[in-house]
């Protein structure tokens, strides 16, 4: 069982910061990739960053300002948000694809979602 907990959320005016961070627990030697979503009001879940073995990337809205990062050794992955925008208002996800093997012996990728952390931008 993998779970994915987000935190660091809150509010903050309009040019600050935040670092949000996701924390796994559970059977996470298989996961390669961490993403971290987002999902304002009314918009589409939408995809942020990701961090993997191969590098990071970016959506095009957060680059230059978001870094991603990791600590595998304590299983965490850590979004910091900097020169934030109103429109970066949201609920931040964080997801991950453990390999994991059923009751048949097959294997399988499943989507973990954490429960997300809520980021409000003032202007």
């Known amino acids: 069982q993998v779970q994915l907990v987000e935190s660091g959320g809150g509010l903050v005016q309009a040019g600050g910061s935040l670092r949000l961070s996701c924390a796994a627990s559970?059977?996470?030697?298989?996961?390669?990739?961490i993403d971290w979503y987002r999902q304002a009001t009314g918009k589409q879940r939408e995809w942020v960053a990701s961090?993997?073995?191969?590098?990071?990337n970016y959506t095009d809205s957060v680059k230059e300002r978001f870094t991603i990062s990791r600590d595998n050794a304590k299983n965490t992955v850590f979004l910091q948000m900097n020169l934030l925008k109103p429109e970066d208002t949201a609920v931040y996800y964080c997801?991950?694809?453990?390999?994991?093997?059923?009751?048949?012996?097959?294997?399988?990728?499943?989507?973990?979602w954490g429960q997300g952390t809520l980021v409000t931008v003032s202007s």
């Open positions: 559970g059977s996470t030697f298989s996961i390669d990739t």
């Open positions: 961090s993997s073995s191969g590098g990071t």
């Open positions: 997801h991950g694809r453990p390999l994991v093997v059923t009751d048949s012996g097959r294997y399988r990728y499943l989507d973990v």
